[in-house]
C-alpha cells in the first residue's frame, strides 16, 4: 500500500509570509499532483508533476519533484488571504496503469490572516 | 468542454435507508470513473473505480457498492447506512489516468 505523508498539517501565518508544504513517501509515484479545496466543494487541480526533479511554477506557486519521485513540494511566495484553503497532494500508482488510482496525503489547512 | 455532475449536494438519511448518489460526465468518451469518500479537512480515500461500463474495483471493504449502467454514468449505493457512512464524497473523472477532475460533493449525513 502507498502512503503519502503531507506536512504539516496545519498552517496559520501572516499575509505576505512565505510557506513550504511537504509531501513524501517510501513509495515512488509516476506522477505528482497538487490540490486546492475550499469547505464544501471538490479538489481542485493545480499542477501535475511527472519527471524526477521537475519544478513548475504557477505565478507565486512553485511544485517541485523529487529526482526519486517519492516526495515533492509546494511553495508559495508573499502569501495572500486569497491562498487560504486546505491543500492535497495526490500521487499516482506506478504500476503502469492507466487506472490512475490516486493516494491521498492527509492535507494542509492553510489560513493566511490580513 | 468536459464537466462533471454530482448529486444532491446535501443528504440526511436515516440509519438503515437505502442510498444513491449519482455522477454523470459530460464532453468526454470511456473516461475512468471513481467514487473518494473525504473525512472533514483530510485526505480523500478511494472507495471505487471504473475503467468502463459495468467494470468495477472496490478498493476497500464497505458498506457500500458502485455501478456503473452507461459510459459516462457512475452510482454510488448502499441497501442500509451505517452512521460511519457519514462524510463527503467525491465523483471524479480522468483520461487514461492522468488529467483528474472532481465533482462538487455530495454531504452525507447518517442520523
Known amino acids: 500500500t502507498q502512503l503519502l505523508e503531507q506536512s504539516p498539517q496545519f498552517l496559520s501565518i501572516q499575509e505576505g509570509e512565505n510557506l513550504t508544504v511537504y509531501c513524501n513517501s517510501s513509495?515512488?509515484?509516476?506522477?505528482l499532483q497538487w490540490y486546492r479545496q475550499e469547505p464544501g466543494e471538490g479538489p481542485v487541480l493545480l499542477v501535475t508533476?511527472?519527471?524526477?526533479?521537475e519544478v513548475k511554477k504557477l505565478k507565486r506557486l512553485t511544485f517541485q519533484f523529487g529526482d526519486a519521485r517519492k516526495d515533492s513540494s509546494l511553495h508559495i511566495t508573499a502569501a495572500q488571504p486569497g491562498d487560504t484553503g486546505l491543500y492535497l497532494c495526490?500521487?499516482?500508482?506506478?504500476?503502469?496503469?492507466?487506472?490512475?488510482?490516486?493516494?491521498f496525503g492527509q492535507g494542509t489547512i492553510l489560513t493566511v490572516h490580513p | 468542454s468536459q464537466t462533471i455532475h454530482q448529486w444532491p449536494a446535501t443528504l440526511v438519511q436515516p440509519v438503515g435507508s437505502p442510498l444513491s448518489l449519482e455522477c454523470t460526465v459530460e464532453?468526454?468518451?470511456?473516461?475512468?470513473l471513481y467514487w473518494y469518500r473525504q473525512a472533514a479537512g483530510r485526505g480523500l480515500q478511494l472507495l471505487f473505480y471504473?475503467?468502463?461500463?459495468?467494470?468495477i474495483s472496490s478498493e476497500v471493504p464497505q458498506n457500500l457498492s458502485a455501478s456503473r449502467p452507461q459510459d459516462r454514468q457512475f452510482i454510488l449505493s448502499s441497501k442500509k447506512l451505517l452512521l460511519s457512512d457519514s462524510g463527503f464524497y467525491l465523483c471524479?473523472?480522468?483520461?487514461?489516468?492522468?488529467?483528474?477532475?472532481f465533482g462538487s460533493g455530495t454531504r452525507l449525513t447518517v442520523v
Open positions: 471524479a473523472w480522468s483520461v487514461r489516468g492522468f488529467v483528474y477532475t
Open positions: 513509495s515512488v509515484f509516476s506522477s
Open positions: 508533476v511527472v519527471t524526477g526533479g
Open positions: 495526490a500521487g499516482d500508482d506506478a504500476g503502469g496503469t492507466s487506472y490512475g488510482k490516486l493516494t
Open positions: 464532453g468526454t468518451s470511456n473516461p475512468n
Open positions: 471504473s475503467v468502463g461500463i459495468g467494470q
